[in-house]
């Protein structure tokens, strides 16, 4: 206890509480309050939400180096720190680039409300399953090839700003138009948000998973790479046979029914991340499925 003691005296001597509160310290609270939501946002929404957690780790371990006195392990990190400090810099370079970008094309009044952004987000409807699974069915038919992503509770915005933003009702018509052959948003994917798609031709992470069958194709191993670092679920349409698989949490389901489709959609429509295991265990699924065909 004394160990605990000394380690905050020696290093949070520097945090002051005042005696009196004055409307400023109240206007300081509100902006600071602010500014960290926004910064929060931008890790989330950026491959700096990993790197915080992998942070977090390391200052807990640090956390106990000082209350044990590892007097060695307190040296090194002291030694490490400034050039930690760049290295985190130059890993998130492009997001920090992006970030100052968006900050000076947005209005000031649009930061402030930043309430309407998951107005059109969240747990998708009836409906929408249904037009999916209406969409992915009749591409099939014809061989249209189709990668359609569902968010669910990890936003998406690092793979909606490589396409063509949208903006649109999930609908059949629409999604079978946007992968219409020789059409302009055919090739990539589509980000479906709650009821609405939000982007088309959206590049996605490729999966490098040796459990995957050779002879699947670059569209089967984006939808499986998406699944495996967010908690997307992802409708596939082969173009060469025409079967409609699903990837979710890094495993594919190939060759699915209609019935089977509306199932696994149904089964993340309401649920958190803290109310499932993250890999992946809705009912039907076993790694591969039944088919192991050609795609």
């Not at 902006?31 to 960290?36: A, C, G, Q, R």
């Not at 138009?177 to 982007?199: C, K, M, S, W, Y």
Request: one cysteine or more; hydrophobic letters at 45%; charged letters at 20%.
């Amino acid at each position: 206890m004394e160990q605990i003691t000394t380690f905050f005296n020696r290093y949070l001597n520097f945090i002051h509480i005042p005696t009196r509160i004055v409307w400023t310290d109240i206007l300081e609270i509100i902006i600071i309050s602010f500014l960290v939501y926004q910064i929060l946002l931008w890790v989330q929404n950026t491959k700096a939400w990993s790197l915080l957690k992998g942070v977090f780790v390391i200052l807990i371990f640090l956390l106990f180096a000082a209350v044990f006195n590892l007097s060695t392990i307190l040296w090194i990190a002291e030694k490490v720190f400034s050039i930690g400090v760049i290295a985190v810099v130059i890993v998130l370079q492009p997001e920090l680039r992006r970030a100052l970008e968006q900050l000076g094309s947005r209005s000031f009044l649009s930061n402030l409300m930043p309430f309407d952004k998951g107005k059109e987000e969240g747990i998708f409807s009836d409906r929408t399953i249904n037009e999916i699974v209406k969409a992915s069915f009749e591409m099939g038919k014809v061989r249209t090839g189709a990668l359609i992503v569902i968010e669910q509770n990890q936003n998406l915005a690092e793979y909606i700003r490589t396409g063509i933003a949208l903006d649109a009702l999930v609908t059949s018509q629409l999604l079978i138009n946007i992968f219409e052959h020789n059409t302009p948003l055919h090739d990539g994917a589509v980000v479906i948000q709650g009821n609405r798609v939000t982007a088309a031709t959206c590049y996605l992470p490729l999966s490098d998973s040796t459990r995957l069958s050779k002879e699947l194709g670059t569209r089967h191993r984006a939808g499986v790479g998406v699944s495996e670092v967010t908690d997307s679920m992802t409708v596939i349409v082969s173009e060469e046979t025409g079967r409609v698989s699903v990837a979710y949490g890094g495993k594919l389901m190939r060759n699915v029914t209609p019935e089977e489709l509306k199932e696994q959609l149904e089964s993340i429509q309401n649920k958190s991340v803290e109310e499932k295991p993250k890999g992946l265990q809705l009912k039907g699924w076993k790694g591969r499925s039944k088919s192991e065909g050609k795609e």
